[in-house]
């Protein structure tokens, strides 16, 4: 090939090292598109800087979301991020890994052999807690207009504990549903199952269950809640159903606690939920809903596009959307197995039981879970406490050390009690934890010796956690 002068400086602008090329010397405009293209390695080094303050997600121990996939898995991903996961007939073998996933899952929740479970992908637990809240309010309203109740008379509501999560709050204002909530107290740190029927009418469309609640991880008694909803329905023509939201506890529990009876065992359990990208240990988005048997997905809710080429059922809320977290999702299952994945989340489990032992070895925190239910720690501190800082402070501290380990007040009826919790994921190996132990420990020594002038009063703000 021949070059003339112009090629010249062009291929020179390649020798341009990245921190003295005009680009990064001048301010690129921010809200506006810039005339002029970038080299890409000069964009890829302005974007990766603009992220370098936003801390290391493998310490952030706020989220539950997973920050680690082995590189096998992160290849097949990228080599599979340009399929799109609606286009079913374009790409059948990844609509089939779809399917075997919903198959594994069912298989996982023990859904009944004699009934066809239907079930399908999400970009999350919200959009899975979506369709199933409208799985429930349609087939609710189908039900009550053949018994002859004048469904227009009251809007129909959801019964759910004062520790859901924001999805469902979202989902009553987005579909107009009132949301009953049964507050926790100091004793019913979950679901109390004893009021959940001063709540319930004819006009509920089901009942909440949670597996691992956000703030705590404690979990629901589902299964003294199926008891008690099928005694309710030996006695009335309207059909109380339960939706289990197991966003994570779903993929933690079968495999840590598999004689734990939460799932389509119990029958009035008729969907459930789940993050893939929570215990499925897929990074964040895909998340899972199933039901145990078509029956309790209304036909009305699941749309055939000929358009795809083929006339594919789809129920969801997007239409578009990469693939490529599906089929991770499929490599883990592949990957794990059944034994894999009871390794990971036992590991995890043992991690956070270590980690709240040292806590309460400070003798300066009350421990609300120990690790027992979901692998989180959660804690408080002692209400004789005389220390001068809150654990708004302490989690300021750990912050210095990169440890991102929010607090927060408890849910209505409780949000005078400031906590703090630590979410353990697979990552946070044995190694880590310790370090995190000794840096815990060193931000208690600091915080007793700071000399900065401390808040009288323990202010109850926003710390930016908004699980
Ligand atoms: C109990 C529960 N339900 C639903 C969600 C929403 O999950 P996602 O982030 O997958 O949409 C969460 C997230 O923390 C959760 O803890």
Known sequence: ????????????????????????????????????PVEPRIAYQLVKDQLMDEGNAR????????TFMEPEAEKLMAETLEKNAIDKSEYPQTAELEN?????????????????????????????????????????????????????KQQPNLVISSGYQVCWEKFCVYFDVEMRVIPM????????????????????????????????????????LDRKVSAYNAEHEHELVIHVDGASGAMFTPFVEPDLEWDFRLK???????????????????????WRDKAYLPEELVFRVSYLGGEMPTMAINFSRSASHIIGQYYNF?????????????????????????????GRFEIYNDGQNLPIVCYRLK??????????????????????IPAYPLPEDLSDI????????ADLGWNVAEELVADFNEALVELDQAHLLYHDDSEKKPYGFTH
């Open 1 to 36: 090939m021949l070059y003339g002068k112009k090629d010249q400086k062009r291929h020179q602008s390649y020798q341009v090292p990245i921190f003295g090329s005009d680009e990064e010397n001048r301010e690129m405009p921010r809200y506006k598109l810039a005339d002029e």
């Open 59 to 66: 310490q952030n121990l706020a989220t539950f979301c997973q």
């Open 100 to 152: 075997r996933c919903v198959n594994i899952l069912a298989d996982l929740w023990n859904a009944p052999k004699d009934e066809p479970f239907v079930g399908t992908s999400t970009v999350g637990s919200s959009e899975a807690c979506m369709l199933g809240g409208m799985a429930m309010k349609f087939r609710w309203r189908n039900l009550a207009k053949a018994r002859g109740l004048d469904v227009t």
């Open 185 to 224: 107290d100091e004793e019913h740190l979950s679901l109390d199952t004893d009021r959940v029927f001063d709540y319930v009418d004819d006009y509920t469309i089901g009942v909440v269950g949670i597996l691992g609640i956000t703030y705590t991880g404690k979990y629901d008694d589902i299964e003294e």
């Open 268 to 290: 009035n359990v008729v969907s459930i939920n789940t993050s893939g990208h929570k215990y499925g240990l897929v990074y964040p988005g895909v998340g899972w809903i199933l």
């Open 334 to 362: 592949l990957r794990y197995g059944f034994e894999g994945y009871q390794e990971i989340q036992t590991h995890t489990q043992k991690v956070a039981k270590y980690l709240a032992e040292k806590i309460e070895a400070t």
């Open 383 to 404: 209400e004789d406490s005389e220390t001068k800082w809150t654990l708004y402070d302490l989690a300021d501290r750990l912050l210095m050390k990169g440890w991102q």
């Open 418 to 425: 400031l906590i703090q919790r630590i979410v353990c994921r």
